[in-house]
């Protein structure tokens, strides 16, 4: 169920995220803490999720941008989807990326649609998810999208999606 993207990482990457996959919800910005990022909410226009740009005060050197004005599940799917853009596009960061409320930016579509794999397997693991189904005795069916966005917290489109229903 893993992207191609996240086969992409080093072993040392897939065992930082695996750490927080260890509970649900993943606690996100631990996640982006691990990777040396800071993330910062930030009042962005409505049009604007999220960004991520050069900072000398993060470890990394890259400081995440999150919307302040939007909920909370989409805040984490933010952090997660510029996490993304971290491990996959840090050498075409340059001067910043700034992601519109649609996943789009200065970069192709094809990178914004592997951030978003990537922020999917960050947020929503399958094995995350056999758990929640297990621990909360539901089945994976459209009927529990519901259930299994809450316990992730992630939108139900988002838990849809990867659900495939
Ligand atoms: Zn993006």
Do not use: C
């Amino acid at each position: 169920m893993t992207s191609k993207e996240w086969r992409q990482l080093s072993a040392e990457q897939l065992e930082t995220i695996e750490g927080f996959q260890q509970s649900y919800p993943v606690k996100v910005g631990g996640l982006a803490k691990a990777f040396g990022l800071r993330v910062l909410l930030k009042p962005l226009p409505a049009k604007i999720s999220g960004e991520i740009r050069p900072s000398t005060e993060s470890e990394a050197g890259f400081d995440i941008g999150v919307n302040r004005f939007e909920k909370n599940t989409r805040q984490r799917f933010t952090i997660a989807h510029e996490i993304g853009h971290f491990l996959l596009h840090s050498h075409l960061i340059g001067g910043g990326i700034t992601d519109t409320v649609l996943y789009r930016s200065r970069l192709s579509n094809r990178m914004e649609a592997e951030a978003n794999r990537m922020a999917a397997d960050i947020l929503m693991p399958a094995k995350l998810i056999r758990k929640i189904s297990s621990d909360l005795k539901i089945p994976l069916t459209e009927e529990f999208v519901d259930e299994f966005a809450e316990a992730l917290q992630v939108s139900v489109q988002a838990m849809k999606i990867r659900l495939g229903v």
